[in-house]
């Protein structure tokens, strides 16, 4: 579904996407794993076209993403942002409706209320959340909302950016479930950034880790213990000491 072949891309003398190559099978779950800086989030935003690569090229579904219409092309997305990023003044119904409120996918307001509170209700959430702010949720409900406007439109391809972030670990079990649930039952291809690797066994079934701007390894969840690569074995370990360099 998502190919990039040679993918560079520097911001002044920072060189942050060095020749990234990454194949995303069609209704599969991928994971980017990798330190704070190394790309993870460039590499989104340079399949979204976002950020335009100084050289290489991005297909989605087989199509070259700089040939595509803007609006049908991102039509096909949905995205769970880290901090939800739900907006403040809005309800939580309309949060969750935003993209069929307005542009190509516009709802009637009646239709699109009914869109919300159907897909709160598939992350788990009650009817009468809809007319709540943000403000009046927990982190984990907040993420959850973020879950169903991500998936109100019913794209082929969602990304979430670190989903698990400031949670709990019951919270993150959740989620995760959701996730997993979600790409399974909508055959959904999905793109997770993340440094929770419980999440990562949790919802991936091929992995990617991107290091120094290059995706170092990359193969299904249940190899990835037994990679050979010491940068991911220090990575999924979490130790200190080992080809990857820490501030001390």
């Given at each position: 579904m998502i190919t990039l072949d040679n993918v560079h891309k520097t911001f002044g003398?920072?060189?942050?996407?060095?020749?990234?190559?990454l194949r995303v099978p069609k209704a599969s779950s991928m994971v980017v794993i990798g330190g704070s800086g190394t790309g993870k989030s460039v590499l989104i935003k340079s399949v979204l076209g976002l950020?335009?690569?100084d050289s290489g090229t991005i297909t989605v579904?087989?199509?070259?993403?700089?040939?595509?219409d803007r609006d049908?092309?991102?039509?096909?997305?949905?995205?769970?942002?880290?901090?939800?990023?739900?907006?403040d003044s809005l309800p939580v119904w309309q949060n969750v409706a935003f993209r069929l409120l307005r542009g190509s996918l516009k709802r009637p307001k009646p239709e699109a209320r009914d869109i919300?509170?159907?897909?709160?209700?598939?992350?788990?959430?009650?009817?009468?959340?809809?007319?709540r702010l943000p403000a009046e949720l927990s982190g984990g409900m907040q993420k959850r909302v973020g879950l169903a406007r991500a998936i109100a439109a019913n794209p082929e391809i969602i990304f979430f950016d670190e989903p698990t972030t400031?949670?709990?670990?019951?919270m993150s079990s959740v989620i995760n479930d959701l996730i997993r649930e979600i790409v399974t039952e909508m055959g959904v291809t999905a793109i997770t950034i993340t440094h929770?690797?419980?999440?990562?066994?949790?919802?991936?079934?091929?992995?990617?880790?991107?290091?120094?701007?290059?995706?170092?390894?990359?193969?299904?969840?249940?190899?990835?213990?037994e990679a050979g690569d010491p940068y991911v074995d220090?990575?999924?370990?979490?130790?200190?000491?080992?080809?990857?360099?820490?501030?001390?």
């Open positions: 003398t920072n060189a942050v996407l060095q020749g990234v190559n950020v335009t690569p579904d087989g199509q070259d993403i700089t040939t595509t049908a092309f991102l039509a096909r997305f949905g995205m769970l942002f880290q901090g939800a990023a739900l907006f919300a509170i159907d897909k709160l209700r598939r992350v788990g959430l009650a009817a009468d959340v809809a007319d400031g949670l709990d670990p019951i929770d690797m419980t999440s990562v066994r949790a919802i991936a079934d091929n992995v990617a880790m991107l290091h120094a701007g290059k995706i170092r390894w990359t193969g299904p969840v249940e190899e990835m213990t220090q990575f999924i370990n979490g130790r200190a000491n080992g080809p990857i360099e820490t501030v001390r």
